[in-house]
């Protein structure tokens, strides 16, 4: 059973930074892409960031593009997503998702296991 935490949510002021972790149980998750999604209020859930299993490939949403960063330990069996210049409009319960592959991707149904999510709230 794969189990994802994240943690590092938190309130900032809007230009301010912020990163989230997410740790996963298991032996296995370096062979796995990852993904970070978020939900704001009333709207679906969208993509964030993908890395592949060895980090060598990252994708990103337009909306974060040069602000944010994804990266893993895989030693560490960690996942991290570095978020700068953060505005209001980033306000999200942000989640983690393990890839059903090694490849990185933007899609949903590419990933099969998730977090409880963590609530990031910037200020204005």
């Known amino acids: 059973q794969v189990q994802l935490v994240e943690s590092g949510g938190g309130l900032v002021q809007a230009g301010g930074s912020l990163r989230v972790s997410c740790a996963a149980s298991?032996?296995?998750?370096?062979?796995?892409?990852m993904g970070w999604f978020r939900q704001a209020p009333g709207k679906e859930r969208e993509f964030v960031a993908g890395?592949?299993?060895?980090?060598?490939?990252?994708y990103y949403a337009d909306s974060v593009k040069g602000r944010f960063t994804i990266s893993r330990d895989n030693a560490k069996n960690t996942v991290y997503l570095q978020m700068n210049s953060l505005k209001p409009e980033d306000t999200a319960v942000y989640y983690c998702?393990?890839?059903?592959?090694?490849?990185?991707?933007?899609?949903?149904?590419?990933?099969?296991?998730w977090g409880q999510g963590t609530q990031v709230t910037v200020a204005s």
């Open positions: 298991g032996r296995t998750f370096s062979v796995y892409a």
């Open positions: 890395i592949s299993w060895t980090g060598s490939s990252t």
């Open positions: 998702a393990r890839g059903r592959t090694g490849r990185g991707s933007g899609t949903k149904n590419d990933y099969d296991y």
